[in-house]
Structures are given as structure tokens and as C-alpha cells.
């Protein structure tokens, strides 16, 4: 009952994340997608000359999507199939 409160908040913090993400990947005119979410993770498939753009663009809407006491840290990583991804 007590860990409801902050995995219903962190869901919800995602949630708004996500939201973020797709407005700027839309206005940046990306060809890259969000295709996934995996409990505090979101999967993207990112077109090779768009990496660097986009792992940058989804880092600072995920670290700002709220405005918090304490900030919210976004670590970033890729490969080219799930089975190379640490």
C-alpha cells in the first residue's frame, strides 16, 4: 500500500514524459519513433542519422516533463537490437 503512491506517480511522471517526447520529435519533423514502454523505460526506433538529435531531445523532455524538488535523472543507451543493448 505504501509503494502504490510512488509507482502511481512515476507512472504518471512517464506518462507526461511520453507526451513531451512525441510533441518533439513531431516539431523537430524526425523521422524516429517511440515504439514502446517497458515500466520506466521507453523504446525508440531511431534512424542512424537522427541518434544523437534524438537521445539528446529525449533526455531533456524526460528530465523536465515536471518540475520537481528533486531532479529526475535520464540515462540514455542503444544498440542496434535488444540483444546488444546492456
Known sequence: AMNTPI???GA???K??????D?????HHL????????HDELIFDVFEDELEEVMSLVKEKMENCIKMDVPL???????KNWC???
Not at 507526461?16 to 517526447?21: G, H, N
Not at 535523472?73 to 544498440?79: D, F
Request: hydrophobic share 50%.
Open 7 to 9: 509507482q502511481g506517480t
Open 12 to 14: 504518471d511522471i512517464l
Open 16 to 21: 507526461l514524459a511520453m507526451i513531451e517526447v
Open 23 to 27: 510533441k518533439a520529435l513531431k516539431a
Open 31 to 38: 523521422k524516429s519513433q517511440m515504439i514502446l514502454q517497458v
Open 73 to 79: 535523472i535520464v540515462e540514455g543507451n542503444y544498440a
Open 84 to 86: 546488444e543493448l546492456k
